[in-house]
């Protein structure tokens, strides 16, 4: 079973930037779908970007579209998060996922229920 561990999170002004990394192992990367998650304080978790394999369908969450981009190093078995022009209301724990159901992924919805594997998360808070 892959495990995921993400890192990278932290804190940063309103206006800046934070990549994040979700190293992947106990898998091969290329295989699987992935996704990020967030969950704000005192909200529900929301899917925000995943890639399926091949990078066929990428799907961004209108909240971070044009500002976050999803990035995949299979070579390294690492799947990133770029997160630009943050803002405090992208403060939250950040979740890496996958899945080799081949599902999870859509054009216009990341369904969490359809990952099975998780990482443990990585807190982002964005200071206004």
């Known amino acids: 079973q892959v495990q995921l561990v993400e890192s990278g999170g932290g804190l940063v002004q309103a206006g800046g930037s934070l990549k994040l990394s979700c190293a992947a192992s106990?898998?091969?990367?290329?295989?699987?779908?992935m996704g990020w998650f967030r969950r704000a304080p005192g909200k529900e978790r929301e899917g925000i970007s995943c890639?399926?394999?091949?990078?066929?369908?990428?799907y961004y969450a209108d909240s971070v579209k044009g500002r976050f981009t999803i990035s995949r190093d299979n070579a390294n078995n690492t799947v990133y998060l770029r997160m630009n022009s943050l803002k405090p209301e992208d403060t939250g724990v950040y979740y890496c996922?996958?899945?080799?159901?081949?599902?999870?992924?859509?054009?216009?919805?990341?369904?969490?229920?359809?990952?099975?594997?998780w990482g443990q998360g990585t807190q982002v808070t964005v200071s206004s």
């Open positions: 996922a996958s899945t080799d159901s081949g599902y999870g992924c859509y054009e216009h919805t990341s369904r969490s229920e359809e990952y099975g594997n």
């Open positions: 106990g898998g091969t990367l290329s295989s699987y779908t």
């Open positions: 890639s399926n394999t091949m990078s066929k369908i990428t």
